[in-house]
């Protein structure tokens, strides 16, 4: 049996609110990181995509497999749809969560992931590209990075806009 969501060590992690703040500049290149994807069960490391193709970067704010929140749920299922025409653009999608890894296995067998779904247990790289926190989860965001890894782009969460959406994204991505 699993505690439940307000009752787990994480939540009280991300308790105190922290604005999202752009921290990172356009033109530099991002904090690398190395987090294993659930869904293709391998570990991935964004330093490897430099040089390739572009990356897309979408930072969800999951709390566990039976409680999705409401704004990233739809947004994860949207980017999911769209992962193909990503991949015909020519980039790389990458969902990044906090959640266990059970949960994060149950969120990609629940919502049939093909985006890759990485773990990162321990919020640094939200910390690192400084997407915030607030009630007990660390804040969504989205970021695209060019072919040689340098950001391009980067939405940080707020109330009016939550979410850059899948379409402006891609649009982003096929300027590039």
Do not use: C
Request: charged share 15%; aromatic share 10%.
């Amino acid at each position: 049996m699993t505690a439940p969501p307000l009752l787990a060590p994480a939540f009280w992690r991300y308790w105190l609110p922290q604005p999202p703040r752009f921290g990172l500049s356009l033109g530099q290149i991002p904090p690398d990181f190395a987090l294993w994807d659930v869904t293709h069960q391998r570990t991935v490391r964004l330093a490897n995509w430099r040089g390739k193709q572009p990356v897309v970067l979408a930072f969800a704010r999951l709390l566990t497999q039976d409680v999705y929140h409401p704004i990233d749920h739809s947004h994860i299922v949207t980017v999911n749809r769209a992962y193909e025409q990503f991949r015909n653009a020519g980039a790389e999608v990458m969902v990044i969560t906090t959640i266990s890894l059970r949960h994060a296995q149950g969120v990609v067998d629940d919502l049939q992931l093909r985006v890759p779904l990485l773990r990162d247990t321990t919020g640094g790289s939200f910390r690192e590209y400084h997407t915030g926190q607030a009630l007990g989860a660390p804040l969504p965001a989205q970021f695209i990075l060019d072919a040689q890894g340098r950001l391009r782009y980067g939405h940080l969460f707020s109330l009016l806009h939550t979410h850059a959406t899948p379409d402006q994204l891609l649009k982003l991505v096929e300027a590039l």
